[in-house]
């Protein structure tokens, strides 16, 4: 078993605290004791909340306690010289925070990197003459890791950058990625009628019209303002942020006649 799929239990039904500890350490994690483990899980993000019931204590997940209005979201997005985070290396990383529709806060750096190769250089615009100087990877990724926090990792395609830069973030000894993720493609099909669903395609066709694509920030951006159209179309039974996920991945169905679908009029 692996935490995720040890969340994936508790998310269906909190769990005793002797329960939780016993699948622990049968997970085998760095550490022996229970309350280092415990340190690292909280560290890499892990949405871990702990309740009271009859003089029990019981864990169940921070994201279904939280409103989504009322919670952090960071948007992020990577650029990278290659497709596999095994033999390539993050080039630029952009986020921002969001909570309550307002960003609250912004990460950007450059990263050095070996190389760029051209056909990535003719995507993003991005040379080795400007990563020549940037900080390290290490240095960035402790930055970025502080940055998120406990809170919500989302992007378009999550999965590419959150296993990218878990990778990365393991490479380099530092704390992984356990955060919950949100993917803005899976929360734009269930709300939002287009014929594809590329971050790009829909910049235009929502009328978004961020000037610059293929960067970090500008694309981050991009999938928060493609978040906030989809938003628009959350039905009224999404309320906490684990429901947000649910829907996202299909796990909370709607049950209504007309469907919650943006339609871009124009």
Request: hydrophobic share 40%.
């Amino acid at each position: 078993m692996t935490y995720q799929q040890l969340f994936e239990k508790i998310r269906q039904k909190p769990m005793s605290e002797a329960q939780f500890y016993t699948y622990v350490k049968n997970i085998g994690g760095l550490y022996a004791d229970i309350a280092s483990e415990l340190e690292l899980l909280k560290g890499s993000g892990a949405p871990l909340y702990v309740q009271k019931h009859n003089g029990e204590s019981y864990f169940s997940l921070s994201t279904q306690h939280q409103e989504w209005q009322k919670g952090n979201l960071v948007f992020v997005d990577i650029e990278t010289n290659g497709a596999k985070p095994q033999q390539c290396q993050i080039i630029e990383i952009g986020a921002l925070k969001v909570k309550g529709g307002e960003i609250i806060d912004k990460f950007e750096s450059y990263v050095y990197a070996d190389e760029v190769p051209e056909n990535i250089t003719q995507l993003t615009g991005i040379c080795q003459a400007d990563i020549a100087y940037a900080p390290s990877i290490k240095e960035v990724l402790g930055e970025f890791r502080a940055f998120l926090g406990t809170d919500v990792f989302v992007a378009h395609n999550v999965n590419f950058d959150y296993g990218f830069v878990d990778y990365h973030l393991r490479q380099c000894s530092l704390f992984g990625l356990l955060n919950p993720k949100l993917c803005t493609i899976e929360l734009a099909k269930k709300t939002i009628l287009s014929p594809r669903y590329a971050l790009g395609f829909l910049n235009e066709f929502l009328g978004i019209r961020t000037a610059v694509t293929h960067r970090a920030y500008a694309d981050a951006l991009t999938s928060f303002r493609v978040f906030e159209i989809a938003s628009m179309m959350f039905p009224p039974f999404v309320k906490s942020m684990q429901d947000l996920i649910d829907f996202s991945k299909g796990r909370l169905k709607l049950d209504y006649t007309t469907p919650f679908i943006y339609q871009n009029k124009h």
